[in-house]
C-alpha cells in the first residue's frame, strides 16, 4: 500500500460513517475535532454518539445511503458487510476508509496532534499504528518544545 499524505477541504461536504459501534464511535470523536457536520447510519449507537453534533441516522444500512457522500468510514465491525459497503462506494467513486482494514482502504487516518490551527499527522503507511500513535504522543508532550525550536529555525533560516 502506497497512501499519499494530503490535507482535504471538508468544509460544506456530506461525510459519512456507517457504523454506530464502538470503531464507529472512534472515529467519530477524531472527526469532531475537524467538523461539526458529519452523519452516522446503524441500527444502533454506542454510547457516547449523543455527546457528538452529528445527525444519526438508526437504521440498516442501504446503498442510497451513499448518495451525495464525499468520504465515506465504514466501521460497522462485520467484515463481509463492510466489504459491501466499500464496493458500493467505490462504484459511485466516493472514497472510503474501511475501518481495520487497511487493504481495502482509499485513505487512512493518521495518528493526529492538534494544537491551535497547526496539525501534525503521524502515519506508517497503515502498517504500524501503535508506532504511530506513540509518535504522535510524544510530539503532543513536546509540543511547545517543538514550535519554539521551530520558530528559531525559521529567524535563522530566514537571516
Request: aromatic letters at 8%; a neutral charge.
Amino acid at each position: 500500500m502506497n497512501f499519499l499524505p494530503i490535507n482535504i477541504n471538508i468544509e460544506g461536504k456530506r461525510i459519512l460513517i456507517i457504523g454506530g459501534g464502538r470503531v464507529g464511535l472512534h472515529k467519530a470523536t477524531i472527526l469532531h475535532r475537524f467538523t461539526d457536520e458529519a452523519t452516522v447510519v446503524s441500527p444502533h449507537f454506542a454510547e457516547g454518539f449523543d455527546k457528538l453534533p452529528f445527525s444519526l441516522v438508526a437504521k440498516e444500512y442501504e446503498p442510497s445511503d451513499l448518495d451525495g457522500a464525499f468520504i465515506v468510514y465504514v466501521c460497522t465491525e462485520n467484515a463481509l458487510l463492510n466489504q459491501r459497503i466499500k464496493r458500493d462506494a467505490e462504484q459511485r467513486r466516493i472514497l472510503a476508509s474501511v475501518c481495520d482494514n487497511p487493504s481495502l482502504c482509499d485513505f487512512t487516518s493518521p495518528a493526529i496532534c492538534k494544537d491551535g490551527d497547526l496539525t501534525i499527522a503521524v502515519s506508517s503507511n497503515a502498517t504500524n499504528v501503535h508506532l504511530s500513535m506513540r509518535i504522535r504522543d510524544a510530539i503532543k508532550e513536546n509540543i511547545q518544545y517543538i514550535k519554539e525550536k521551530a520558530t528559531e529555525f525559521v529567524s535563522i533560516y530566514k537571516k
